[in-house]
């Protein structure tokens, strides 16, 4: 009876080291996994490993084709008239969801953000100080069913806001055009609600394809599509703007001519690690998901590779 009555304390003793011990493993990798976030401020570690895209990719093939993964469509040509893009995949660094892009070690990119009444009430004093140099403000839209044109309803709120905060500024409208004729009349809309201000970055046509719902633009062909871009866009250079077209990449190789648009600076859409597009492009928003203090819940983040407040034409 002692002897059994020994074991049971020691048996004990033993099963409650283990639990202390077990306790202290946990507590110990806990603490290596918690890690201090940088500033915004911080000196960006240029040495961070590219990591490879997960999504659809784009491969050339010597120079005269490219793969569209998962697309019936499969090789498409490349178009040599075409500027190809020069951006180098191991010259962009991430931080705090953030993108940069450097040269010699200096980052020559600027960050931003687009914004619309989706946003809704923006701190735009908030936004500037966490580091966002300019923001693109949606100014109106044309509806996917009936077609009407429509201000967005915090346009002039957001400019406002913006211009006060010291903040770069650009305008998008964003299209569901079927005809040139109606592309003309986004970009008389735009002109009339701009008034005249000044603005540091383009004025962009943004024309997406609608994928869950029925559309009237469903049956839309790339020869109408890249004819109511080039209208759109040169309207607004006539109006002493600079244009810009917005596209995603499937989009942008299944349904425009590309080598009729080459006038136009391009902003890429494509939710990457790392961009695949094999064109070139002056904006790329490779974020719908990002935050940002001053706006409550998501906005769309993009790095810019051209100045345009400096380098205006």
């Not at 009339?192 to 719902?213: C, K």
Request: glycine share 6%; hydrophobic share 40%; with cysteine.
């Amino acid at each position: 009876m002692q002897l059994k009555k020994l074991s049971g304390v020691q048996s004990m003793g033993v099963f409650l080291l283990l639990v202390i011990l077990l306790l202290i493993v946990v507590f110990v990798i806990l603490i290596c996994k918690q890690r201090k976030e940088p500033d915004p401020g911080d000196v960006l570690d240029v040495d961070l490993p590219v990591v490879p895209a997960t999504e659809e990719k784009i491969y050339e093939t010597t120079g005269e084709k490219i793969f569209l993964e998962n697309s019936p469509e499969g090789w498409l040509p490349v178009f040599a008239d075409v500027p190809a893009c020069a951006y180098q995949n191991e010259k962009f660094v991430s931080r705090n969801d953030r993108v940069y892009y450097l040269e010699e070690n200096q980052i020559i990119s600027r960050f931003g953000i687009d914004v619309s009444y989706h946003q809704k009430e923006i701190d735009w004093q908030k936004v500037k100080a966490s580091g966002v140099e300019f923001a693109f403000i949606r100014v109106g839209r044309r509806g996917y069913t009936e077609g009407v044109l429509t201000e967005d309803e915090y346009f002039r709120q957001n400019i406002q806001g913006a211009r006060d905060a010291g903040i770069d500024i650009g305008v998008y409208f964003y299209s569901q055009a079927i005809t040139p004729e109606e592309a003309l009349e986004e970009a008389e809309m735009t002109l009339e609600l701009l008034g005249g201000m000044e603005l540091q970055y383009p004025v962009v046509y943004d024309w997406e394809v609608i994928s869950d719902a029925e559309a009237r633009t469903d049956d839309m062909t790339a020869e109408t599509l890249t004819a109511c871009c080039v209208t759109f866009c040169e309207r607004i250079r006539q109006a002493g703007y600079t244009p810009m077209i917005y596209q995603n990449k499937r989009t942008s190789l299944l349904k425009l001519q590309l080598p009729e648009l080459t006038n136009y600076d391009f902003w890429l859409a494509e939710y990457n690690p790392e961009a695949t597009y094999y064109y070139n492009y002056q904006i790329w928003q490779y974020a719908s998901d990002g935050t940002v203090p001053g706006i409550a819940g998501n906005v769309d983040l993009n790095i810019c590779f051209k100045n345009y407040a400096e380098n205006q034409e």
